[in-house]
């Protein structure tokens, strides 16, 4: 079980449901809590808020809290709106402040990130990328995130980096265009979970594995996967999100097309093991993102530890 690993509470803020836990990681969840992401932040935050107070006097204090929110979200630490969503297309989620509405209140180190590199970190933590430095994990759901991470952080510039949003080759004779607020047919407006339904004018989960729309969605997310092997030449991608978890067959036609679209100009064969070991599901499975939180509060855990060895 737990043995002295500190106590953790981990809130996974995503754009259809928030999952909150308690415990020290993987093989130690006390409890864990589901809650539907509402267009009235008051009304997901407050019982997520109630259910942090009930934890703290049922298991005791926790040492850390992690937060790992959809986005795009402020990490600059020298910013006024550090903590806050910003830009986002759930409604009414705009200019939330979330560190401060869930962390800060319970005096412990926050580790504050978005829900994509959170679960990124946690796979390579607890998960497959375990013991690699440098892999990407892409979540394919709702929305379409990438955690990069290289030298074993998350990429941060001026800010986190949005994969999910950039344009793409498209399809020859493709012009559907996407369902992306922001940008039309950027990946998640082409193969986002709403993007497929939309493509297809079918519930997602009617949508039959033989549609057009599941190759047309594995055309957008190769290139997706293409760009991230050409720009930093991660030792391994992980592919998980709602959509994937349902459709596995999906990480298949991606692997193919990869293959076609590189054209031997890298040898996944010799660099990586070959295909089939390089794109894979993560190794955490639908607990990837819940997880990611909890690895964000060990990280601020640790931090606060090594910063007061520093001091004292």
């Known amino acids: ?14 754009g259809t449901k928030c999952v909150c836990l308690i415990g020290t990681g993987p093989d130690d969840i006390r409890a864990q809590v589901t809650y539907p992401t509402s267009t009235d932040p008051s009304a997901t935050l407050e019982p997520i808020a109630g259910v942090l107070r009930s934890w703290k006097e049922t298991y005791g204090p926790f040492a850390a809290i992690g937060l790992a929110s959809f986005g795009p979200i402020d990490l ?5 709106g550090f903590g806050h969503i910003t830009s986002t297309v759930k409604p009414g989620w705009a200019g939330v402040d979330v560190i401060g509405r869930l962390g800060r209140i319970h005096g412990v180190p926050v580790g504050f990130n978005t829900d994509v590199n959170g679960a990124a970190l946690a796979e390579g933590r607890w998960g497959s990328a375990r013991a690699l430095a440098d892999f ?3 979540t394919v759901g709702t929305g379409v995130g990438v955690g990069l991470v290289v030298g074993g952080k998350p990429v941060f510039g001026c800010n986190h980096c949005e994969l999910g949003h950039i344009r793409i080759a498209r399809r020859p004779g493709d012009l559907w265009p996407g369902i992306c607020r922001y940008h039309g047919d950027c990946v998640e407006g082409l193969a986002s979970g709403p ?9 997602a989960e009617e949508v039959p594995d033989d549609h057009p729309a599941w190759e047309l969605a594995a055309h957008t ?6 760009t991230i092997v050409l720009a930093t030449a991660p030792r391994r991608i992980l592919v998980g999100g709602g959509v994937v978890q349902a459709r596995p067959q999906l990480l298949g036609h991606v692997r193919r097309l990869l293959t076609q679209s590189l054209n031997g100009y890298l040898d996944l064969e010799e660099l990586t093991g070959g295909v089939d070991h390089y794109v894979v ?4 499975g639908a607990l990837a993102g819940p997880l990611g939180a909890l690895a964000l509060a060990a990280e601020a855990y640790a931090v606060s530890q090594a910063s007061r060895a520093t001091v004292f």
């Open 1 to 14: 079980m737990s043995g002295s690993r500190p106590l953790l509470c981990g809130v996974e803020l995503g």
């Open 281 to 284: 599901p993560p190794g955490l």
């Open 76 to 80: 600059r630490p020298a910013s006024r």
């Open 195 to 203: 993007a497929i339904a939309t493509r297809a004018g079918l519930l």
């Open 136 to 138: 990407a994990y892409i």
């Open 221 to 226: 997310l190769t290139q997706l996967v293409q």
